[in-house]
């Protein structure tokens, strides 16, 4: 069975620092790998996707994630982050075959002012 | 841009009634999808479809049915809705694979519904 596991679920971060959502999954095939953002009260919007090619995968709003298959990981990181930051993020797989799409439980993030 | 869009924001049912949940996207879409989204839980996949009449359920089915008679539209129904169907609704499409690879999903605002 897939999963993905987003360890944290609430991380704070005072604005212009650096943050790292986590994000590992499980499979045994080829995946593909999105992150997602919601603001509150609306639905989800993608952030970055990887497919293929780079491992290294830049995104809007500065986010960027790097693929990692030995670990078996895919974090999402900002430099700086904004106080427009903050919301919810998720992690999705999707594997090679099948259809469905697997999102983590999702990452809650706070930026203080 | 892709948009897909939900017929309603906020929903209030009674408990036994049956609703339903509309979903529409202007991209020609293949895959359509409905989860829920709940706290702690994150979102769970209740039925998705992959053309028109196709339906396969998802991880939580159970007392939800869909319906998907045009490409753009997928709905999703509560057959008697329960309390434990309090949830935010959100629906989903993307292209079907391009190349071999697969391609994001496009949500919808969110639909959430009170079930009293």
């Known amino acids: 069975a897939q999963s993905v596991t987003q360890l944290d679920s609430q991380v704070p971060v005072f604005e212009e620092a650096p943050v790292e959502l986590r994000c590992n999954y499980s499979?045994?095939?080829?995946?593909?790998l999105f992150w997602y953002v919601q603001y509150p009260n609306q639905g989800l919007q993608l952030l970055l996707k990887?497919?293929?090619?780079?491992?290294l995968v830049k995104g809007i709003n500065g986010f960027e994630a790097e693929f990692n298959k030995s670990q078996t990981s895919f974090h999402l990181r900002k430099p700086s982050v904004h106080i427009s930051d903050t919301a919810e993020y998720f992690c999705?797989?999707?594997?090679?075959?099948?259809?469905?799409?697997?999102f983590g439980t999702g990452t809650s993030l706070t930026v203080i002012p | 841009d892709v948009k897909v869009t939900q017929s309603s924001r906020y929903l209030v049912k009674r408990t036994g009634e049956k609703v339903f949940l509309e979903c529409v996207q202007d991209?020609?879409?293949?895959?359509m999808f409905w989860y829920r989204q709940d706290p702690g839980l994150g979102l769970r996949l209740i039925y998705f479809s992959y053309d028109v009449k196709m339906k396969e359920k998802g991880d939580i089915p159970e007392g939800y049915s869909v319906s998907r008679e045009k490409k753009e539209r997928f709905s999703l129904i509560l057959e008697s809705a329960s309390t434990n169907q309090t949830s935010m609704y959100l629906c989903a499409s993307s292209l079907p694979r391009d190349r071999g690879r697969w391609q994001p999903q496009h949500f919808g605002d969110g639909t959430r519904l009170s079930i009293l």
């Open positions: 999705a797989v999707r594997i090679n075959t099948g259809n469905q799409f697997y």
């Open positions: 991209m020609d879409h293949e895959n």
């Open positions: 499979s045994s095939v080829s995946v593909y």
């Open positions: 990887y497919l293929s090619g780079s491992t």
